[in-house]
Nanobody
Framework: QLQFEESGGGLVQPGGSLRLSCAASGQTFTSAFIGWFRQSPGKEREGVSYISPASLRTNYADSVEGRFTISRDNAKNTVYLQMNDLKPEDTGVYFC??????????????????WGQGTQVTVSS
C-alpha cells in the first residue's frame, strides 16, 4: 500500500504554469503506474495523465495533451505534473493515485487505489 501527498497547487492566471508534486511513501512505488486526476465541483473525477514505473510510457487526456507533462523520480519517490498554458477549465482538486494491481492501464479512476488528499488548482484572472 502506498500513501501519497500532493503539493504545488495554487491560484494562477490563465496562460500561467504550475508544477504539482506527488510524494509517495511505501515500498511498491517504483513498480507502480502512477496517475494524476482532477475533480471540479459538480463533476466526476477525471483522469489527467499516467506514467509507467520506469517512465517509458505516459498518456494524457485529450484536454491536456501538449500542455501538461508528467514525470517521476523514483529515487525521490515522487511524481510531477508540469502544467503549462493553464486554462480556467483546468481548475479543480488534483489527486495522484497508484494503478490497481492487475487492472488495465487506463485513465479511469476505478483502476487506481491509494488516493492522496489532493491539491487545489485555481485558474482565474
Amino acid at each position: 500500500q502506498l500513501q501519497f501527498e500532493e503539493s504545488g497547487g495554487g491560484l494562477v492566471q490563465p496562460g500561467g504554469s504550475l508544477r504539482l508534486s506527488c510524494a509517495a511513501s511505501g515500498q511498491t512505488f517504483t513498480s507502480a503506474f502512477i496517475g494524476w486526476f482532477r475533480q471540479s465541483p459538480g463533476k466526476e473525477r477525471e483522469g489527467v495523465s499516467y506514467i509507467s514505473p520506469a517512465s517509458l510510457r505516459t498518456n494524457y487526456a485529450d484536454s491536456v495533451e501538449g500542455r501538461f507533462t508528467i514525470s517521476r523520480d523514483n529515487a525521490k519517490n515522487t511524481v510531477y505534473l508540469q502544467m503549462n498554458d493553464l486554462k480556467p477549465e483546468d481548475t479543480g482538486v488534483y489527486f495522484c493515485a497508484a494503478g490497481r494491481k492487475n487492472a488495465p492501464i487506463s485513465l479511469r479512476p476505478i483502476d487506481y487505489v491509494d488516493w492522496g488528499q489532493g491539491t487545489q488548482v485555481t485558474v482565474s484572472s
